[in-house]
Structure formats: C-alpha cells, structure tokens
C-alpha cells in the first residue's frame, strides 16, 4: 500500500522551479498552480504528449527526464523544434511563460539493440542481450518449437526488426532477429573433449523471435533464455 500511495511521486513532483517529469505514462498531473495531461503508449512506444491545463503566471520551467538508454530525443512546443541539451541520462529543461494549452511533444526513439556485460561477468561472456526502449527481451521456447532454445546462436551484426502483435501475449511488440541453430548431437553423452578434436559442428540459419522479459511463462511450460550466445564468423 505504501508503494501504491507513492506511485504519483514516481511520475512528477515540482519544486520552486516548477515541474519535473521522470516517468511516462497516461496521467493527469496536478501541481500547485499546474496541471497537465500526459499521453502515451510508452513503454511500446516513445512519443509522449503533455497538453497544459493550468499554469501560473510568469516563467517556470518543465524538466523531461531522457533515460539512459535514450539516445536522440528530440522535443516540440506547439509544433516547433526546441533547442537544447539531450543527453542521455539527464533532464531536457524548457524554461519560459506558459499558457493554457500549450502542448509539448517529446519523442524518444526506440530503436531496437543488442547490448554487452561486462567482460567479468563470466556467465554472459559472448552473449548478448535484446533491449528496446526500457524493456529487456528474452527468447522463449514457445516461439521456437523446432529449435531448443539452448542450441541457438543470434547473428549480432544483423539488424533487428520491431513488430506489433496484438495477438500475441495480449498485445506486445516483438523483436525478429536472424540467428542459428548449432547441431550438438556430436555432445550426446558427453561434457567435454579437447580443443580441436572434431570439426565445428553444422549449423542451419533460423528466426529468432524476441518477447519482453517481463511476459515469458504465460502460454506453456518451456526455456527461456535473455543472454543469447554470439555467432562466430
């Protein structure tokens, strides 16, 4: 209950300089002498939409937080290209006289990517993982049932395509990505050989199709992988 109760301070809180926005999400914020509506589809997609309501008078500035992952934010006031810094990790600030229905359009693009761990990290090395927007994705057996999930290999220099399938999960965006599946019946009853004592096993080019992390286990009982091993050339 007490998470719920503090949720609203999550998304904004303002001060003396006005109004800060760290989360987005369909909402109606009201601050004192300020109140905007907020509309999104994020975390599916990056464009939000603030449309002022209510505003004091004289200048007080609107703070819009760029995540990490955000690169190339961009961002308008009633049509018209702003300039100023956003850079990932910050906060876009817009300083100046509000009025009542002013509308400010933030896009954060949500270009699909393929990330690293550090190279400690001895459970993910040569792997990577799928990120889009703010949400990691992972591949599930579900999607692959003519390929055990431990048996493929993701092609990271390919590129990486976004869908929307409102069928799928109750509606999510996916990511489709070209990859591998690598033969390992030469490894049946065996854990270890040495280096160089057989020829590289054959692989067959496959489709990967990536799902948020957050939505695996809810269609059938199967694997389930986030750090996908890299192919090698």
């Known amino acids: 209950m007490r998470l719920l109760a ?8 303002g001060d003396a300089s006005g109004l800060q926005i760290h989360q987005y999400a369909a909402a109606h914020v009201v601050a004192p002498s300020v109140a905007l509506r907020m509309e999104t589809a994020y975390p599916w997609d990056g464009r939000v939409r603030l449309t002022l309501e209510e505003t004091s008078a004289g200048p007080w500035t609107l703070a ?6 955000c690169t190339g934010a961009s961002v308008r006031v009633n049509g018209r290209e702003t300039a100023g810094s956003a850079t990932p990790s910050s906060y876009l600030r817009l300083e100046r006289a509000w ?7 933030l896009d954060l693009p949500m270009q699909a990517r393929c990330v690293v761990a550090h190279p400690w990290i001895e459970s993910t090395r040569g792997c990577v993982a799928i990120e889009r927007g703010p949400l990691v994705y992972c591949v599930e057996q579900a999607d692959h049932p003519e390929t055990r999930i431990a048996d493929l290999e993701i092609d990271a220099a390919a590129p990486l ?5 409102p069928d799928t999960l109750d509606g999510v965006t996916v990511i489709r990505a070209r ?4 033969d390992t019946t030469a490894w049946r009853h065996r854990l270890y050989r040495p280096l160089g004592s057989a020829p ?4 067959r080019p496959v489709a990967l199709h990536a799902i948020p992390y957050h939505a695996w286990a809810n269609r059938e009982p199967g694997a389930m992988r986030v750090w996908i091993p890299r192919a090698e050339n």
């Open 179 to 182: 990859g591998w599946e690598v």
């Open 6 to 13: 503090s949720l609203g301070h999550y998304v904004a809180t």
């Open 64 to 69: 819009l937080r760029v995540p990490g992952w």
């Open 200 to 203: 590289p096993p054959p692989r």
């Open 99 to 105: 009025a009542r229905g002013d509308v400010v359009e």
């Open 161 to 165: 395509q976004s869908a929307w399938e």
